[in-house]
């Protein structure tokens, strides 16, 4: 079910990650648009269009400036980098709006390269990889419980990270389909063990509009190194969150806005790799 040609020496370019991440949301999330309510549409465009006329007032925007506007607008669709423009730039108030008032565990934003059905495993397993797979080990361990603590066998986690380039499966050119992506189901005691490779920090495309952007406001692409991962469990609300390594110099400055200090891993290094673990806590639905 590749959503892209991988084609081995091609190399990553922002129009084809995009492409991809643009034909993965059409047939994975774009229903949601006919259910919203016409008063609500009204609303949210409206304050939109307003916070936009202010902002063109405050500032005396100039007809170059609204141009050169239009022609970027232009290229982020042409681009296909609508989704990884609103995801790095919006979603994390949508999730924290989404997500104030859960009692369990931290989530954070979704991002542009979610796949759904990954290849699963029970209670203990590696992540598809390629066998000379660059990157130093990592096992990521721990357990779900519901809030009241009750251990939640039978839970899913599933995890997707970027290689050690830096690159997604499916969205980058000349990866296995399912590289560094699977779902485990935890054991009778909620329990689950991941091996996989420690992900490279992630710079976002810099050759599309969102890297013009980047570029022309002066500001830098990076994401700090992270993993992503949604848990779910029968009866619970499903959490969608990431986690990240400690010392990276971008986890006071992701371009995402998608740290918070729950979500730093306590990484043990040694001789046969890294590991960590982190347990899961999970609100009723
Ligand atoms: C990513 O890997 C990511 O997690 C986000 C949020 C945006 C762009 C690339
Ligand atoms: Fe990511």
């Given amino acids: 079910m590749s959503v892209t040609t991988n084609d081995p020496g091609t190399t990553a370019s922002a129009a084809a990650s995009g492409a991809s991440a643009t034909e993965r949301f059409k047939a994975d999330k774009s229903s949601a648009v006919a259910a919203t309510p016409p008063e609500r549409v009204d609303t949210l465009a409206r304050e939109l269009l307003e916070a936009v006329h202010a902002i063109v007032r405050k500032h005396e925007v100039t007809y170059d400036e609204y141009n050169a506007l239009k022609a970027?607008?232009?290229?982020v669709g042409q681009d296909g980098e609508w989704p990884l423009?609103?995801?790095?730039?919006?979603?994390?108030?949508?999730?924290e709006v989404a997500?104030?008032?859960?009692?369990?565990?931290?989530?954070?934003?979704?991002?542009?390269?979610?796949?759904?059905?990954?290849?699963?495993?029970?209670?203990?397993?590696?992540?598809?990889?390629?066998?000379?797979?660059?990157?130093?080990?990592?096992?990521?361990?721990?357990?779900?419980?519901?809030?009241?603590?009750?251990?939640?066998?039978?839970?899913?986690?599933?995890?997707?990270?970027?290689?050690?380039?830096?690159?997604?499966?499916?969205?980058?050119?000349?990866?296995?389909?399912?590289?560094?992506?699977?779902?485990?189901v935890t054991d009778a005691d909620g329990g689950f063990v991941i091996h996989t490779i420690q992900p490279a920090p992630y710079q976002i495309p810099t050759d599309g509009s969102c890297g013009k952007l980047i570029?022309?406001?002066?500001?830098?692409?990076w994401r700090p190194a992270h993993l992503h991962l949604k848990v779910s469990a029968p009866g619970h609300q499903l959490i969608t969150t990431q986690l990240y390594f400690p010392g990276d110099p971008h986890n006071d400055d992701d371009i995402a806005s998608a740290v918070k200090p729950e979500l730093l891993l306590d990484v043990q290094t040694g001789a046969e790799g890294n590991q960590v673990t982190y347990d899961f806590v999970l609100d009723p639905a």
């Fill in 72 to 75: 970027w607008l232009i290229g």
């Fill in 85 to 95: 423009f609103l995801d790095v730039w919006v979603e994390h108030v949508v999730e």
């Fill in 99 to 184: 997500n104030s008032s859960r009692q369990g565990s931290k989530g954070t934003i979704e991002g542009p390269y979610y796949v759904p059905g990954s290849p699963e495993f029970t209670g203990e397993g590696t992540l598809p990889m390629r066998p000379d797979e660059p990157g130093t080990p990592l096992r990521f361990a721990g357990h779900v419980t519901s809030v009241d603590g009750t251990p939640l066998a039978g839970a899913r986690v599933e995890m997707w990270h970027a290689d050690d380039d830096g690159f997604y499966s499916q969205f980058a050119p000349g990866i296995p389909e399912w590289n560094l992506r699977g779902t485990v």
């Fill in 215 to 221: 570029a022309a406001a002066g500001w830098h692409a």
